[in-house]
């Protein structure tokens, strides 16, 4: 039964992307109609599955050898992203219906949306790290495949190329994981590896950890890596919605939260884990305060709550950065697909030509603001309660490791949220018209697809005792409190990082409200302004290495004669090398 | 005795080719040059075959390879054909449009 549930999770998008290509683009309705069914088939049978957690793995088959067993454990941490994705895979596949009405390609398009969705099933059902690498590759693939739709848009091919770029130095980190897992445990599994990662020696846990966490750096666009994601907005704004704010960029938090119990006792990993959340979410934070593209700032702005969720892990409560993954799933999600209403009815993405549009939409306006909310952290809306709790696991974690400096950041970088997500709704709903834009209600599919991700906004906090009892249940490695929602919200309220993190925002909201009479303030942060839209160098550190890249490739082009002898010497000297590689190591 | 003269046979064939691939540019030679390779490989599964006492194994291998080997030769030279009439030269270094 269980197996059954599992196959079909990552079998009904996978068929289902199949037959969307095989229907051809002439019929597009028929397009339409089969994705739609497909990704709300595989949304119903993951929620099917919600009852049914395991520990131990249910289906699978053996390839023996190294390969290992090819596992599907079913654990509460996968179920739940495997709902993510598949119920928000579901609902922005509802909203591509108005979204992309007319379009050409759909085939392309839905295709590699409902791969995706399979292939992120996978990725977090698996147990075997092999197979999770493959899946984690499909993604990339994915993600690179729809990010360059508009194929005839340089901007989005050169977004895609760095997005799988990126990704795929991230995906090597793992592969370098798997294979020193196998070398030392003779084991792919992951459990097996949790449980045996002690005897490990020292050195080699170290690399493994920090392998890891560059792979989870990469894939969650965190510091030094948070140049691809931005750039992914090229993408249609279902995609962003689905996979660069509600799924895949939350694979890299998925990774760390696995791993975390093998890796937490190597010295400095927790800290560089919690460093790494902390950058990126306070730069992402003030380059989303000066960026002027709509979905740039949502962009940021997943870079920065992908922040607090890998300081969550580094502090340890797994929970905590779970919680705010669910959260921020729901709420980034509604935002982006309320930016795509907003920018499929005007034709732009430029906030600046925005404002006023409020009246216009206000069905539109009304959801985007509850997650605006939610995102900049009011209270009783689902953003506040996973905030919070991840800023009081990192104030216990800041008193325990001598990292109070971190919490500091992270509670200044809640204000700062709170006051770029209220410039841009003020930019983009409220205030004067400022330009002519002509403008057409969102249409009813993409009400469909709203309504519910708003109304969830509210409620998906209070699953916190039911969630947090699943994974505590399901995860043998973990340590995770198992605390009813009321327990929970209770310790919340009472909490001074709470009273603390609300000030902020407070702050936060009282600075965009008196910005004409703190002018001089902004003038004081100008210098910064231009930095951060200068995305901190990071972009121009991107273009020298593509640089450097180039001119070693011109270099070597002196090696392509094109010559077969001198071909035929290449492939014999390689053969030499490896044979003398294998000699030495024979007779080590 | 009859080991010792095969390993030199095998050694001689895979010298013998690999050096013709090295040194020739006329493109029917190169594929005479791959041949010449290849009937050394065939010979060396022949004798580890006979060495690990699976001598079926060895031999079967060596009737595949001779089935792919013949292809390949096929099509190389109905290659050569084609290009000796279409850009009237054999010469693999003047064949090559690589700038360099």
Redesign the interface.
């Known amino acids: 039964m269980i197996a059954l549930l599992v196959l079909l999770i990552i079998g009904i998008p996978w068929v289902g992307a199949v037959l969307v290509w095989l229907t051809g683009d002439s019929h597009p309705r028929a397009q339409h109609t089969l994705a739609v069914t497909a990704a709300v088939a595989a949304g119903l049978v993951s929620l099917a599955l919600l009852p049914y957690t395991a520990s131990k793995a249910v289906v699978g088959f053996s390839l023996g050898g190294v390969f290992g067993d090819f596992y599907f454990a079913p654990d509460g941490l996968g179920v739940f992203l495997a709902v993510v994705a598949t119920v928000i895979g579901s609902l922005a596949v509802i909203f591509s219906v108005d979204y992309m009405r007319g379009e050409a390609q759909l085939g392309r398009y839905y295709g590699l949306v409902l791969f995706f969705i399979g292939a992120m099933v996978g990725l977090v059902l698996t147990s075997n790290l092999l197979l999770l690498f493959v899946f984690w590759e499909i993604t990339a693939l994915c993600s690179y495949g729809l990010i360059s739709f508009y194929n005839d848009d340089p901007k989005a091919v050169a977004g895609g190329m760095k997005a799988l770029i990126i990704t795929q130095l991230g995906g090597v980190g793992l592969l370098v994981g798997a294979i020193l897992s196998y070398s030392y445990l003779h084991t792919l599994d992951i459990n097996v590896f949790l449980a045996n990662a002690h005897t490990l020696p020292a050195d080699v846990l170290a690399m493994l950890a920090f392998g890891l966490l560059i792979a989870a750096a990469a894939k969650s666009a965190q510091f030094p890596f948070q140049t691809w994601l931005p750039d992914a907005m090229e993408a249609p704004t279902p995609i962003s919605a689905l996979i660069h704010a509600a799924t895949m960029v939350n694979a890299g938090v998925y990774l760390l939260a696995r791993f975390y119990p093998a890796f937490e006792n190597v010295p400095y990993w927790r800290v560089a884990v919690m460093a790494v959340g902390v950058v990126s979410a306070l730069m992402a934070g003030l380059m989303a305060l000066v960026a002027n593209d709509l979905k740039r700032v949502l962009a940021y702005s997943t870079v920065s709550q992908l922040g607090y969720m890998v300081y969550a892990v580094g502090a340890g409560g797994i929970f905590a950065s779970q919680f705010h993954l669910l959260s921020h799933s729901v709420f980034k999600a509604l935002l982006f697909l309320a930016a795509g209403a907003v920018i499929h009815s005007v034709g732009t993405r430029d906030m600046r030509l925005m404002g006023g549009l409020g009246k216009k939409m206000p069905l539109v306006r009304a959801v985007f603001v509850i997650g605006a909310l939610a995102l900049a952290g009011i209270p009783i809306l689902n953003g506040f309660w996973s905030k919070e709790l991840v800023l009081e696991v990192g104030l216990e974690a800041g008193i325990e490791t001598g990292t109070l400096w971190m919490w500091a950041v992270m509670l200044f970088t809640a204000g700062l949220t709170a006051l770029y997500t209220f410039r841009c709704v003020w930019l983009v709903f409220y205030g004067e018209p400022r330009s002519e834009l002509h403008v057409h209600p969102a249409g009813t599919a993409m009400k469909i697809a709203l309504i519910p991700l708003a109304a969830a906004t509210f409620v998906t906090w209070l699953l916190a005792g039911r969630f947090g009892k699943m994974l505590a249940d399901s995860l043998p490695f973990h340590k995770i409190d198992n605390i009813a929602t009321n327990t929970l919200a209770v310790t919340i309220l009472t909490s001074p990082a709470t009273w603390a993190a609300l000030a902020a925002v407070g702050l936060g909201l009282i600075i965009w409200w008196q910005r004409a009479q703190l002018t001089f303030f902004s003038e004081m942060l100008a210098g910064v302004g231009h930095v951060a839209q200068a995305s901190f160098g990071f972009e121009a550190i991107n273009r020298w290495i593509v640089r450097q890249m180039q001119g070693v490739a011109e270099d070597l082009r002196g090696l392509h004669t094109g010559n077969l002898n001198w071909n035929i010497f290449g492939i014999a000297a390689g053969l030499v090398v490896v044979l003398l590689a294998l000699a030495l190591g024979a007779t080590r | 005795m009859i080991g010792t003269v095969a390993l030199i046979a095998i050694l001689g064939l895979l010298g013998i080719g ?1 050096y013709a ?5 006329n493109m029917i030679k ?1 594929v005479v040059a791959l041949q010449i390779m290849v009937k050394g490989a065939m010979l060396a599964m022949v004798m580890a075959g006979q060495v690990a006492g699976k001598a079926a194994i060895g031999e079967s291998m060596a009737l595949t390879v001779i089935v792919a080997d013949t292809i390949v030769a096929v099509v190389a030279l109905a290659l050569a054909v084609q290009v000796r009439r279409r850009f009237g030269t054999l010469d ?2 003047a064949l ?3 700038r ?1």
């Not at chain 2, 691939?21 to 540019?25: A, G, K, T, V």
């Open positions: 690999l691939l090295l040194i020739m540019r190169v693999i270094k090559s449009t690589l360099r």
